[in-house]
Nanobody, 123 residues
Framework: VQLQASGGGLVQAGGSLRLSCAAS????????MGWFRQAPAKEREFVAA????????DYTYSVKGRFTISGDRIQNTVYLQMNSLKPEDTAVYYC?????????????????WGQGTQVTVSS
């Protein structure tokens, strides 16, 4: 099972980025998928999650209305569209797959992790 995250980069405040997480090795059609982020000297925190089956989504309060998580079940890929980026969004972003249905809000709820992609927002 492998998760490959991509799409990070350097952007000015107010800009946009779209992160992708390509899953391989097995079908994730029944799993919950999530995005987390970790800034220097901070704990990894939940950003957004989606369930494939019902299309349910959830977001941490600070990104609601700015970020959108979506998925392509045929491509086995999850996306995180990030708009109106702020300097406080700067972090390494990780995608994760839960080994069962539903989604969780904690890192320990997920069994599989991608390698992370750096997002830097300049002021």
């Amino acid at each position: 099972v492998q998760l490959q995250a991509s799409g990070g980069g350097l952007v000015q405040a107010g800009g946009s980025l779209r992160l992708s997480c390509a899953a391989s090795g097995r079908t994730f059609s029944n799993y919950g998928m999530g995005w987390f982020r970790q800034a220097p000297a901070k704990e990894r925190e939940f950003v957004a999650a989606i369930t494939w089956s019902g299309g349910s989504t959830d977001y941490t309060y600070s990104v609601k209305g700015r970020f959108t998580i979506s998925g392509d079940r045929i491509q086995n890929t999850v996306y995180l569209q990030m708009n109106s980026l702020k300097p406080e969004d700067t972090a390494v972003y990780y995608c994760a797959a839960r080994g069962r249905s539903g989604y969780g809000l904690r890192p320990n709820d997920y069994s599989y992790w991608g390698q992370g992609t750096q997002v830097t927002v300049s002021s």
